[in-house]
């Protein structure tokens, strides 16, 4: 039994950083935009978390500097789109020139390549009384930071925001953006807005890596977390009352995939769990044509690229 519940306190733990990513996401598909750039808000802010900490040797100055870092690159993404620059094109630029600078800039400045790990310390534990008191939802629930508590409530948030008007209005530009226009609601302004709230958000999740859990900093930690969290999204069809349970299932499979080897399950072998998770998903995500449907619409609006599609063939033959 104690064994299920530290399996079940480690997943969620390990969703943390997925579920802000899946905020994040789903945030910005419902404006409209297609996001590719979460992983380097991830990265991003797990970085500048730490360096930020270390520098002040205040840890929540370093976790709102990164979220302030993750707000920037979605202000950059909302202008580069009033600008006519393609989102996906410009997404995939910042997730390559994330991860070469934060090694360029742990080689130049920090003495290392694969590892910066400063003398400081990682969020403490939170033991809510009430909790403790349970014998099992208690060791499940209880002795994680703050910022896995805030990866649920930013969640909880969201769900429960989408549902007032602003949130509406929201919806409506990603829906209908001229419908939304025509009734007076600025387009481009909630969609700035909604960038720079979903990056801060992708931020927070990048913190929580750093120096929310290792209190260290490594070569592309983020290790895919943003690209997971934009899965966990589509998973859930972006919506925000499934986010938190297809964020799980990638926590979960992240948990599953440590805990095996427990039990002499070859390392080669868990490693591929979240992995295999992730393809599974994109697979339930490509059999669902409403799905389908959902990601074309969003990359027609978020990219210049555009998908040929074969012309039918000329009918030979005179007609009569």
């Not at 929310?212 to 997971?228: A, K, V």
């Not at 799905?291 to 009569?320: D, E, Y």
């Amino acid at each position: 039994m104690m064994w299920w519940a530290d399996f079940m306190n480690s997943g969620l733990r390990l969703t943390a950083p997925i579920l802000f990513a899946a905020v994040a996401s789903m945030l910005s598909a419902r404006v409209g935009i297609l996001n590719l750039a979460i992983e380097a808000k991830v990265l991003g802010g797990a970085f500048v978390a730490i360096l930020v900490t270390a520098a002040t040797g205040n840890i929540v100055v370093g976790i709102l500097a990164a979220a302030a870092f993750g707000a920037g690159i979605g202000w950059v993404m909302a202008m580069a789109d009033r600008l006519g620059v393609d989102l996906v094109v410009l997404a995939i630029g910042l997730n390559m020139l994330m991860l070469q600078a934060t090694v360029f800039f742990m080689r130049a400045f920090l003495d290392g390549v694969g590892t910066y790990n400063p003398d400081i310390e990682t969020l403490s534990a939170i033991e809510i009384p009430v909790l403790s008191s349970l014998p099992f939802i208690g060791r499940v629930l209880n002795g994680m930071n703050i910022l896995v508590y805030g990866a649920f409530f930013a969640s909880f948030a969201v769900a429960m925001f989408l549902r007032t008007r602003m949130g509406r209005h929201l919806i409506a530009v990603g829906d209908a953006p001229a419908a939304a226009a025509s009734a007076g609601i600025s387009v481009k302004r909630t969609q700035l807005r909604t960038l720079v709230v979903a990056g801060a958000i992708a931020g927070l999740g990048g913190a929580y890596l750093s120096v929310g859990d290792l209190g260290l900093f490594t070569r592309n930690m983020s290790s895919d977390r943003g690209w997971i969290g934009i899965t966990a999204a589509l998973l859930a069809v972006n919506v925000a009352a499934y986010i938190a349970p297809a964020a799980m299932v990638f926590g979960f499979a992240a948990s599953a995939s440590i805990r095996l080897q427990e039990f002499g399950v070859p390392g080669s072998v868990t490693q591929f769990i979240p992995q295999g998770a992730a393809l599974v998903a994109l697979i339930l995500v490509g059999v669902r044509s409403s799905s389908r449907q959902s990601l074309l619409q969003l990359w027609r609006r978020s990219s210049r690229i555009r998908w040929r599609s074969k012309s039918p063939p000329a009918k030979s033959g005179v007609t009569p």
